[in-house]
């Protein structure tokens, strides 16, 4: 069964300090792996795809990478403005397109 | 991408009545999905709305319980029907614009709430 788990749900951090979010996954065949950012009130918005293992994407302070078994969001100086819930998702190649979303990692950056 | 916009963005309802959600796009698109976001846990497709034909139902959901329409390609209609408190939930509607494997994009959902 596809599955997704994020980790960790929740993460504090002082402007400035670097993390990384985990989003691991297990899917028959990968087609994309995404990444959306969630804002409270909003809907998700879109941040990065992701189709084969050792693929990189970046957008200003976030940089995506993927393993065959794992995806980290990696944030770099972060700003109170980068406080959201990050959520992840996999579509698999079983002819469907149907995402199966994580939960999410709940950032919050303080000032 | 395209402009997605949900009505309505919130409502509290009784329990037994039903609810229809709107969802228009700027532009046409050919894949429109709606899903289910309870509180504290992910984001949980409902079904495919596809255009001119019935809709895909994912495992769990029902017809009956959700009735979906796609008269064209930008705009569809989810029902909530005989609603509970067990459906209150924020419920959401995405759009695909290009190939299958291209990302998703969503409307600021509609939030539901059941007396």
């Known amino acids: 069964e596809d599955q997704v788990t994020q980790s960790p749900e929740a993460l504090r951090l002082q402007e400035g300090e670097s993390s990384s979010l985990n989003c691991s996954y297990t899917?028959?065949?990968?087609?994309?792996l995404f990444w959306y950012r969630q804002d409270p009130g909003k809907g998700p918005e879109f941040l990065f795809t992701?189709?084969?293992a050792g693929e990189e994407k970046e957008k200003e302070r976030l940089k995506a990478t993927l393993t065959k078994k794992e995806s980290f969001l990696h944030i770099t100086a972060p700003k109170p403005e980068d406080s959201a819930t990050y959520l992840c998702?996999?579509?698999?190649?079983?002819?469907?397109?149907?995402?199966?979303f994580g939960t999410g990692t709940r950032l919050k950056v303080l000032a | 991408s395209a402009v997605i916009s949900q009505k309505p963005s919130r409502d509290i309802c009784q329990r037994g009545t039903s609810l229809t959600i709107q969802c228009q796009v700027d532009?046409?698109?050919?894949?429109m999905f709606w899903y289910r976001q309870q509180p504290g846990q992910s984001l949980t497709l409902i079904a495919t709305?596809?255009?001119?034909?019935?809709?895909?139902?994912e495992s769990g959901f029902v017809i009956d319980k959700f009735p979906i329409s796609r008269p064209n390609l930008t705009f569809s209609t989810l029902t909530v029907s005989n609603m509970s408190p067990e459906d209150s939930s924020i419920y959401l509607c995405?759009?695909?614009?290009?190939?299958?494997?291209?990302?998703?994009?969503f409307g600021d959902g509609t939030r539901l709430s059941i007396l």
């Open positions: 995405s759009v695909g614009t290009g190939g299958g494997d291209q990302p998703q994009h």
């Open positions: 899917v028959s065949g990968l087609r994309g």
């Open positions: 992701l189709y084969s």
């Open positions: 998702a996999v579509q698999s190649t079983s002819g469907t397109y149907k995402y199966i």
């Open positions: 532009s046409q698109v050919t894949m």
């Open positions: 709305a596809n255009q001119g034909s019935e809709a895909t139902y």
